[in-house]
């Protein structure tokens, strides 16, 4: 009976402590992030910024007054500082996007689809010209559209065939970005929208914005008003793998059109927006906007340009992150007082935020860069 007894005491501890075991390996794997916010290092350059990238313990910003690019560290010292003229033989107009390379080179892209490749002290080393010119007008900034992989360029570069990337169907009926050679300027289409795209299809929406990433050559594709990630195979042939919706808890979208070139969001109400996206080696981050309902948007009057910055009061802006076998993260607010990201090498690195001084209401002679960390609840 003591036998007995003793057994159903072991069973029961044992079965207590797999329990526990059961709980404890659940929280290992747990998908839950916070961002942190650990330092923050000061640049000493009084300008807007308009675009930047950083890598590697060095960062590139955009000035678009002063057509300049400064290059500084992560301790904030500036080691480069160069204007460029808009005319001329040694000219660079408007380089928002700005990509750099392993070995500290930098290529820039501008709004108007003007290529360059720069030296490590940001001087021109070349302009890169295709053999025909990009129609868009308009993007550039911390947009996400310009990459560097296997010795290629891949931008968003719109005009082959004349295509009007304005057009109510240019995502439907064209390559979406261009592989180029910056040696020689030649250029192949890669891409295509798939069906599993809206855009796919006859129907009338609002215009998207088409950002991507790369890592392990596999691209990422997000367009801006979709909470999609499209994710294709550059090791054979472009071929499309997948799809990955992001589940948002809220995404505003304004729908359907009746007509075509219909604008509704920022007229009528906002639509929910990818403001950034990063791919990282093992996991991709989304930072997105919500979105604002019309009768709040009609109430505040937020078409009004001037109430532009009541934006941030009425909706949230957001981490989610994307592991490789498609587990979603928690939606991680993002205050306010961080504005756009510099890059997101890996999330087992920091990464720079630049500080957003208009919502903090602080003016200073220097900028201000946030050194953040996303780090997984738990660990």
């Known amino acids: 009976m003591r036998f007995t007894f003793l057994a159903i ?33 000061q640049v000493d350059y009084l300008g807007t910024v308009d675009g930047g990238d950083f890598r590697n313990g060095k960062g590139v910003i955009y000035n678009f007054e002063e057509n300049k690019l400064i290059a500084f560290d992560s301790s904030g010292k500036i080691n480069y500082e160069i204007s460029y003229p808009k005319d001329g033989p040694e000219k660079v107009e408007y380089p928002t996007q700005l990509k750099y390379t392993e070995d500290g080179s ?8 003007w290529l360059y490749e720069l030296n490590t002290n940001l001087t021109l080393k070349q302009e890169i010209k295709l053999s025909f010119l990009s129609q868009s007008q308009d993007g550039g900034g ?10 290629s360029l891949i931008s968003f570069y719109p005009g082959r065939d004349d295509a009007n990337p304005y057009g109510p169907h240019f995502i439907r009926d064209n ?43 596999k691209l990422h594709l997000a367009l801006s008003n979709e909470p999609l990630i499209h994710i294709y195979d550059l090791t054979d042939g472009e ?28 007229f009528k109400m906002l639509d929910g927006k990818i403001k950034q996206l990063f791919v990282t080696e093992n996991e991709t981050v989304v930072f ?3 979105g604002i309902e019309e009768d709040i948007f009609i109430q505040n009057e937020l078409k009004l340009r001037e109430n532009y910055p009541k934006y941030k009061d009425f909706q949230n802006q957001v981490f989610k992150i ?31 935020a630049l500080r957003n001084d ?16 996303l780090l997984r609840k738990g660990s």
């Open 239 to 266: 071929t499309y793998l997948s799809t990955v919706d992001f589940k948002p808890s809220k995404f505003l979208d304004n729908g359907e059109h009746p007509e075509k070139n219909q604008y509704i969001s920022h």
């Open 288 to 290: 997105y906007e919500e």
């Open 9 to 41: 005491i072991i069973l029961f501890v044992s079965q207590i402590a797999c329990s526990e075991k059961k709980v404890s390996d659940v929280e290992a794997f747990s998908n839950e992030w916070e961002l942190l916010i650990l330092d923050s290092i």
């Open 175 to 217: 390559f979406l970005l261009e592989k180029i050679d910056p040696k020689t300027g030649g250029s192949v289409p890669l891409i295509k929208i798939p069906n599993t795209s809206r855009y796919s299809t006859n129907k009338y929406f609002d215009r998207p914005i088409i950002q991507f990433g790369i890592s392990r050559n």
């Open 358 to 373: 208009d919502f903090i209401g602080e003016e200073q002679d220097f900028l201000t860069f946030y050194k953040l960390q």
């Open 322 to 352: 994307i592991a490789q076998d498609a587990t979603l993260s928690n939606e991680i607010i993002v205050p306010y007082k961080i504005g756009y990201i510099l890059n997101i090498e890996n999330l087992d690195k920091p990464f720079y």
């Open 106 to 113: 930098v290529f820039a892209a501008s709004f108007m689809g």
């Open 142 to 151: 911390f947009i996400k559209n310009l990459e560097y992989y296997n010795d």
